[in-house]
């Protein structure tokens, strides 16, 4: 059965600080993605990575892929509050199919 | 603006009776999804497509059913809702091996 799992399903951090989100996958797959949600909105595309050991990084957001690991992370550097979210990886296997995780609901405290 | 629009954005139904709900792309792109989101499962694959006529389904795909006559067009159908059907569906469109682009998503409610 394939399996997409988050860590944590629910983070509460304080402005400033940094902090990883996890993101493990039962089988193998080098296509993971990852989207932000807002409360009653729509995903929004964040980051492609489309092979082992692929890093990308916008603004305070910088997320890796470890392929034999089957672990994609995704790190928050000196949080703010508009980062306020609800954060979901993707993970593609065969057919184009894509599998999400539950998804990290992130709140940032001033 | 990815060029997806779904329609309608809200609906309240009654158990048992159809509904068919539409994503509609600009894009022409070849792939094209329907996604269920609930609390604590994330997005559920219902049924996607890989061209004009081809369909597949997903992991929650009883209860549904879909078409695509043309690109730009991929219909969802639940033939007699029922309460668990209650959800926020979400279409998206995708480019082969390119990144998922979602609609706004439609909060059908069953009662």
């Not at chain 1, 409360?39 to 305070?60: C, D, I, W, Y």
Request: proline letters at 3%; glycine letters at 8%.
């Amino acid at each position: 059965e394939l399996k997409v799992e988050q860590n944590p399903l629910f983070l509460s951090m304080q402005e400033g600080k940094n902090y990883t989100i996890y993101c493990n996958y039962s089988t193998t797959s080098d296509r993971l993605y990852w989207y932000r949600q807002d409360p009653g909105k729509s995903l929004e595309s964040l980051f492609v990575l489309l092979s082992n050991g692929a890093v990308k990084q916008e603004g305070r957001l910088m997320a890796s892929l470890d392929t034999k690991a089957r672990l994609s992370t995704l790190h928050i550097t000196a949080a703010v509050h508009d980062l306020s979210a609800t954060y979901f990886c993707a993970v593609e296997f065969g057919n184009e199919k894509l599998t999400f995780g539950t998804g990290t609901r992130l709140t940032i405290i001033p | 603006d990815a060029g997806i629009t779904q329609s309608p954005r809200h609906k309240v139904t009654e158990t048992g009776t159809p509904v068919t709900l539409r994503c509609h792309q600009t894009e022409n792109h070849r792939y094209m999804y329907w996604y269920r989101q609930d609390p604590g499962h994330g997005l559920r694959l219902i049924h996607y497509s890989y061209g004009v006529k081809d369909t597949d389904k997903g992991e929650v795909s009883d209860g549904y059913s879909v078409s695509r006559s043309k690109t730009e067009d991929f219909l969802l159908t639940l033939e007699s809702a029922t309460s668990s059907q209650t959800s926020v569906y979400f279409c998206a469109i995708r480019g082969a091996g390119r990144q998922a682009f979602f609609g706004q998503g439609t909060r059908l409610t069953v009662v």
